[in-house]
Structures are given as C-alpha cells and as structure tokens.
C-alpha cells in the first residue's frame, strides 16, 4: 500500500462526515457565504464608485482597489474557522465525534481539510471576481488580470483567506470556546496593526499584515509578497500544531 | 462474542481519584446494570472504555483491545454518553448522516434505527425542537447505528415517559437475547429490577459489588424485610455516597 493510499483509506470517511457536518449546520453556511459574497460585493461597489484621483496627484493602485471589501471577508473567514470548530465544542459534540474517529490527528486533518478546502474555494472565487470584475468596473483607471502582479493578487487571495481560516480554526481547537479564540484573533488580526500602526517593523510581521503583501502588485513592505505569504502559513502552522498538540494530549 | 474487559483502571483527575484499581467484566447476552451514587465513576469509566479520557494506570479494552485501536469503532461499541450532545441545529437524519459516514456505515441503517426508536416521523425535523425524551431515543438510535456487538448507554431512561420506559427495558432486553453485551448505567432501581441480570456496582470510584441480581439481592437484604433492589442497593452504598442531603 502507498503512503498516499494509507492515509487517504482512513482519511476518506471522515471528509465526507466533516463535509456532511458543516452541510448541515446553517450558521456554518451563511458565514462561508459571507466569506464569499461580503468582500466580493463590496469590492465591486468600490471599483465601480470609483471616480478617480481627486485633486492633487494620488498614489493610486488600481489591482489593491479591487481588495476594498476584504475586510469584510476576513471577518467572515475567522469566524468560519472558529464556528467550524466550536459549534462542536459548545455542547459536548466533541465526544460524539471522538468516539466516532478515535484517531484524533485524523479527525482534525479530516476537518481541516474540509474547512481550509472551502475557504480556498470561496478564497479563489472572491480574488478572481474581485480583480477581474472590478477592473472591468474602473473602466479608464483600471486594468487586468494580465497586469504584472494582478493574477497573483488574485490567486493569492484564496490562499491567504485559506490560511485566516486555519488560523482561526487552530485557535479554536486550542481554547475550545468562541469567547476564548476571538478575544485572541482579534486582537491579533485587527487591533494590534491599527494601533501601533504599520511602519513598525514587528508589525509588519502579524500574520494579517504578512499575507496581504500577496495582494500588492509591488509589495513595499519589508516582506515580500510570497515570503510574506510563507510568514503567515508559519503563524497558521504554529495554531494548527498548538491546537493539534493540545487535542491529542488531554481528557476529551 | 465481545465483551468489555476493565483491568485495574484508575483515573485521577489532578490528585482526586474519580475511579481506583477498578476491574469487572461485562459479558455477553446479558445486561449488566451499572449502579452507583452520583460521582462514584461511572460515567468516568464509560468515557475510559471510549478512549475519550486517558486512565492514569490500567486498561480497557473490548474484545481485547483498546476502543480507539479499531477504525470502525462504531461498528465494535454503540454508546449513549450524553443525550444533550447532538448540534441542535442538525435534524435527526443529519444528526445520524454525520456518524454513519465516519464510520462507512450504509445509509440504510439510518432509517433502520430511527424506526427501532421510534423516531420515523421526527427524522427531518431539528434536534433543537425535541424533548429530552426524544433526544435519549436519538442518543440511542446513534448506538445501535454500527450494530455493534457491545453496547455502552449512560442513563437511557432519564427524560422517557412511562410508554418509553416499557419501550426502553424491552429493547435492552431483545439486545441481550441477540448476544450483545449490554452496559446500562442507571440511578432507577425498580426500573433495573426489571431489565439486569447483572449488577456491578460502585462507590467513591471502587467496586462495591459485581453479582447476579438474584444474588444481590439475597446477600444484601436486611432481616425481616422484603427483599428488594432499592433496600440492597441503599445497604451496600450507604458508606460510599459522597453527596447526600443532611436530615432527611
């Protein structure tokens, strides 16, 4: 038997009961929906609001303008990742789960596989409509998908929504609660960078301020835009293996 | 023929010991009541058997070998730990639809069990909207869903009406006539009268006894009185309760 097939025998039925699960829940739904509909839709709007530089000569990215709503789809990626997660934990669903697929490494891979393969998707589809589409929007100002860094913004997009998720997910798995994990993502993801502001060196390192160097068609921070993206999968590494650790090591 | 071997099992939650040196087995074709005071271990070492905890020393293992070294567990052990644990949000179709898929059961069995528990009209309607009752024949029909060989229930009958207490002490009466082995853990003693022939009972984490009713009974019966599985029962643990109201 190959590595491949050893892995994926067991792995296989416990995609399929983490897919069936994030199915059957509507919470989990509208926030991957919002993931994919909010930053799309309010990027569009923006692209097609826009009416150009005003007045003096502005530094004016036309690729990074199609990015306008992704805040908003941040959002809605960590709280995909933590109601993934904690809509098992909040009523004892856990132990149902764990008596279910004792192996618990398979358990989280399974459904991380499933919630990180989602966000991609949804990931995939907000970068290339939101680029794609609002550079139609912006007419005179805008450009395209062709445009040197443009495709790669767009692409980029999808991983970086994928590692937000994991992040949060991990998070999730470590604290067990939804208090516990947003009073720890947030801060992390939308506090910290605004109030000690970007220039500062550390700050450039937050996995949020990291991964959107991706986005830049010339990325100006100290990061580049792949190396800044590599910054951001560590922190989702160092989540994932916390959450993972802590999992395997204590009482259900 | 698959039983349930517990072997010097001890699980300390920091230093409070919640089950010491514990062993007893259970058997095949018949039910063995789990009888003990709130707190004396037995949902601890449920939870033990499932791998869901990690005992500090000693085992136990099914069929000889440990709950979590089978990749189909579910189709080795059925247990109703918790009946409140299902997602409120997912149907009892959904609910059991997740189960079945981690452990490649066919979907057939879903419609199987929720007829054997009664829950045929409910199955497309939202766990949230049912009563504790209902959620007990949900927990149980998630049990039967492997149809395993051995089956594990924490407190079945909590929340039943009296037609779903005749149901449940029947069904775990068929369940052991198939030759399962079946654990049930209850606080109901006229209600096990009925249904154990077995008993293993704890206090304070330790065994107290492991008998046949009838022998149970006879040895802890007190002179002159009727003998019956409450007087028994109330004999023997009397020592071993940790909480008890003062006065009464």
Known sequence: MSATQSVMRPLAPVLRSEWAKIRSVRALQ???LALLLGSTGISLLACGLYDGPGGAAEDFEPVLRSFYGLPFGQIAAVCFGVLVVTSEYSHGGVRLS?????RRGLLLLGKL?????????????TGLVS???GQALLGEHGTDLAAPGALRAALGCGLYLMLLTLLAAGTAVLVRGPVAALGILVPLLFLLAPVVGTESQVIQFLPDQAGQQILHPQPDGTL???TGLAVMAGWAALAVGAGGTALQRRDA | MTSIEINE???RYGAVPAVEGLSFS???GRVTGFLGPNGSGKSTTMRLVLGLDRPTSGNALIGGRPYVSYPEPMRRVGALLDATAAHPARTAHQHLLTLALSNRIPERRIGEVLARTGLETAARRRVHTFSLGMRQRLGIAAALLGDPPVLMLDEPGNGLDPEGIAWIRELLRRLAAEGRAVLVSSHQMGETARFADHLVVLGRGRLLADASLEEFVA???GAGEEPSLERAYLRLTEEATTYRAKGA
């Not at chain 1, 764990?98 to 004792?102: G, R, S, T």
């Not at chain 1, 596989?113 to 589809?125: D, E, P, R, S, Y």
């Open chain 1, 30 to 32: 509208a926030a991957l």
């Open chain 1, 98 to 102: 764990l008596a279910a697929v004792p």
């Open chain 1, 113 to 125: 596989a499933v919630t990180g393969g989602l966000a991609l998707t949804a990931g995939l589809f």
């Open chain 1, 131 to 133: 680029v794609g589409g």
């Open chain 1, 224 to 226: 580049g835009a792949w």
């Open chain 2, 9 to 11: 099992l001890t699980k």
């Open chain 2, 26 to 28: 259970v058997a095949p």
């Open chain 2, 219 to 221: 040895e802890h019966a």
